[in-house]
C-alpha cells in the first residue's frame, strides 16, 4: 500500500504558499525532497515516473512547486527565493514523515538549488543530495562556475548524468567532483541526454534507463541509511 496525498506549505513570507505531493510507500526507507527542473513542475511525466519508480523500491518521495510554476510564470523566481524554498520544503517534508530518513535534490534546476542551499546552511535531517541531472552551465558555455558551490556541501552526494547532456560536459564535472569532499558519487549513463532519453541505435529504451537510474538512487539512497 502507497499512501499519496496533496499539500501546500509556505514557502516564503514574500511569495505564499506552493503545493507539494508526498507519496509513500508501506515500509518506507527514505523521503527524497524532490524538486522540479526550470521548465516543468512536479506534476511532469518524469517526476511522476521518477516518483512511481522510487516507491516500487521503498523510497518515498515529496514533490514540490516553486513559487513560480505554482504561478503559472515561466520563468524561475531570482536564486535566494528558491533557495529558501528548498529549506521551507525540507522541513515540511520532515514534519508530515517524521522518523524517515532524507535525501534531497531534484531535476536539474531542482538539484542545483537543492545543493546552493545545503551549501549555504546544512539542510536539517538530509543526509546526501541526489541530481538527476545536474545543470553545470548552459548549452554550449562550458563552464564549471555554476558548481563551485558544490565544494561547500559536505555532504555525500550522487550525480547521474548521460553522456549527451548539453548542460552538463563530464570532461569539467569530473574534475570539479574529485576536488569535492566526501567523495561524490558519479554515475555516467551512456548516450542520455539531459532528460534521459536514448537514442534507438543505444539498444535502450527510455523507460529501461530511467528503471536503472532509479535503482541506482535506491542502492545509494539505502546505502546512507
Same mark, same amino acid.
Given at each position: 500500500?502507497?499512501?499519496?496525498?496533496?499539500?501546500?506549505?509556505?514557502?516564503?513570507?514574500?511569495?505564499?504558499?506552493?503545493?507539494?505531493?508526498?507519496?509513500?510507500?508501506?515500509? $518506507?526507507? @527514505? !523521503?527524497?525532497?524532490? +524538486?522540479? *527542473?526550470?521548465?516543468? %513542475?512536479? =506534476?511532469?511525466?518524469?517526476?511522476? /515516473?521518477? #516518483?512511481?519508480?522510487?516507491?516500487?523500491?521503498?523510497?518515498?518521495?515529496?514533490?514540490?512547486?516553486?513559487?513560480?510554476?505554482?504561478?503559472?510564470?515561466?520563468?524561475?523566481?531570482?536564486?535566494?527565493?528558491?533557495?529558501?524554498?528548498?529549506?521551507?520544503?525540507?522541513?515540511?517534508?520532515?514534519?508530515? $514523515?517524521? @522518523? !524517515?530518513?532524507?535525501? +534531497?535534490? *531534484?531535476?536539474?534546476? %531542482?538539484? =542545483?538549488?537543492?545543493?546552493?542551499? /545545503?551549501? #549555504?546552511?546544512?539542510?536539517?535531517?538530509?543526509?546526501?543530495?541526489?541530481?538527476?541531472?545536474?545543470?553545470?552551465?548552459?548549452?554550449?558555455?562550458?563552464?564549471?562556475?555554476?558548481?563551485?558551490?558544490?565544494?561547500?556541501?559536505?555532504?555525500?552526494?550522487?550525480?547521474?548524468?548521460?553522456?549527451?547532456?548539453?548542460?552538463?560536459?563530464?570532461?569539467?564535472?569530473?574534475?570539479?567532483?574529485?576536488?569535492?569532499?566526501?567523495?561524490?558519487?558519479?554515475?555516467?549513463?551512456?548516450?542520455?541526454?539531459?532528460?534521459?532519453?536514448?537514442?534507438?541505435?543505444?539498444?535502450?529504451?527510455?523507460?529501461?534507463?530511467?528503471?536503472?537510474?532509479?535503482?541506482?538512487?535506491?542502492?545509494?539512497?539505502?546505502?546512507?541509511?
Amino acid at each position: 500500500m502507497t499512501r499519496v496525498s496533496e499539500h501546500s506549505f509556505l514557502a516564503t513570507n514574500s511569495s505564499g504558499d506552493v503545493s507539494a505531493i508526498l507519496t509513500v510507500p508501506d515500509a $518506507a526507507k @527514505g !523521503l527524497y525532497v524532490f +524538486a522540479h *527542473g526550470a521548465g516543468a %513542475g512536479m =506534476r511532469h511525466r518524469f517526476m511522476e /515516473a521518477v #516518483a512511481d519508480r522510487l516507491v516500487a523500491r521503498a523510497i518515498g518521495t515529496f514533490r514540490y512547486q516553486f513559487p513560480y510554476m505554482e504561478a503559472g510564470r515561466k520563468g524561475p523566481n531570482p536564486a535566494p527565493l528558491l533557495v529558501k524554498t528548498v529549506r521551507s520544503a525540507v522541513a515540511e517534508a520532515a514534519r508530515l $514523515a517524521p @522518523g !524517515l530518513p532524507l535525501a +534531497a535534490g *531534484g531535476k536539474s534546476m %531542482g538539484g =542545483r538549488m537543492t545543493s546552493t542551499a /545545503a551549501a #549555504a546552511e546544512p539542510l536539517p535531517g538530509v543526509r546526501g543530495l541526489a541530481f538527476f541531472g545536474f545543470p553545470l552551465h548552459a548549452p554550449g558555455r562550458d563552464s564549471s562556475e555554476r558548481g563551485a558551490h558544490l565544494a561547500d556541501v559536505g555532504l555525500p552526494m550522487l550525480f547521474l548524468q548521460g553522456t549527451r547532456d548539453k548542460l552538463a560536459n563530464l570532461e569539467l564535472l569530473r574534475p570539479l567532483l574529485a576536488s569535492v569532499a566526501p567523495s561524490p558519487t558519479l554515475t555516467v549513463i551512456e548516450d542520455a541526454d539531459h532528460s534521459f532519453h536514448v537514442p534507438k541505435r543505444s539498444g535502450r529504451t527510455d523507460d529501461e534507463v530511467l528503471d536503472d537510474v532509479c535503482g541506482t538512487f535506491a542502492d545509494w539512497f539505502v546505502g546512507l541509511t
